[in-house]
């Protein structure tokens, strides 16, 4: 397994562990609207109300990240941020680093998911940080049903991070009014 693969499949570990724990998700009180902030404050997005934080575990390799959901459109979004190995540095817009990191992504998707659907690729350079990011949109069975994914991946310095938004694959036009107020700059 190449290194960026090993990046990814670390990021992807802790978002399937949030995401299997979905069914399991204990009702809390919801707050109006969340902020998150990864990247040292580079990729900054407000969620809209309706969704509820739970923190997942650390995975062993240090990522970190939370499971956000909301129980009334059946969305989640999970945010992970880890540490790239072994000291890499990359540029807020590194294309190589963020090229390889979405051909990994994809190839574990295909692994992981029989079913898993690429709709889209996208790069994306937010105005005001110049973050790059790469957003790869996707179909799957998840969670007992057919959703709709998109996923995020951005690297910052010595971080990398990974945002998920999944939704019904019924809900498309929620689903993508969320991906653009998160990538939004």
């Known amino acids: 397994m190449s290194l960026l693969s090993k990046k990814v499949a670390v990021l992807m570990l802790a978002a399937f562990a949030g995401f299997a724990a979905v069914n ?13 902030s990864m990247l040292d404050g580079k990729f900054v997005f407000v969620l809209p109300k309706g969704f509820v934080a739970d923190p997942l575990p650390a995975s062993p390799s240090g990522a970190k990240g939370t499971m956000y959901t909301n ?49 889209s690729e996208k790069s994306l350079t937010q105005k005001g940080t110049g973050l790059g990011l790469r957003q ?43 991906v653009k107020t998160i990538v939004k700059d």
């Open 71 to 119: 129980q009334a459109t059946k969305t989640v979004v999970i945010a992970a941020e880890n540490q790239i190995p072994e000291g890499q540095n990359v540029k807020d817009n590194d294309g190589e680093f963020l090229d390889g990191s979405v051909s990994s992504f994809i190839d574990d998707q295909r692994k992981a998911l029989p079913d898993f659907n690429k709709l």
């Open 24 to 36: 399991a998700h204990a009702a809390k009180e919801t707050v109006k609207t969340e902020k998150v």
């Open 136 to 178: 790869v949109d996707s179909t799957a069975a998840q969670g007992g049903g057919q959703t709709l994914n998109t996923t995020l991946l951005a690297g910052s310095g010595t971080k990398m991070a990974l945002v998920q938004v999944i939704s019904r694959a019924s809900d498309k036009k929620a689903h993508d009014a969320l």
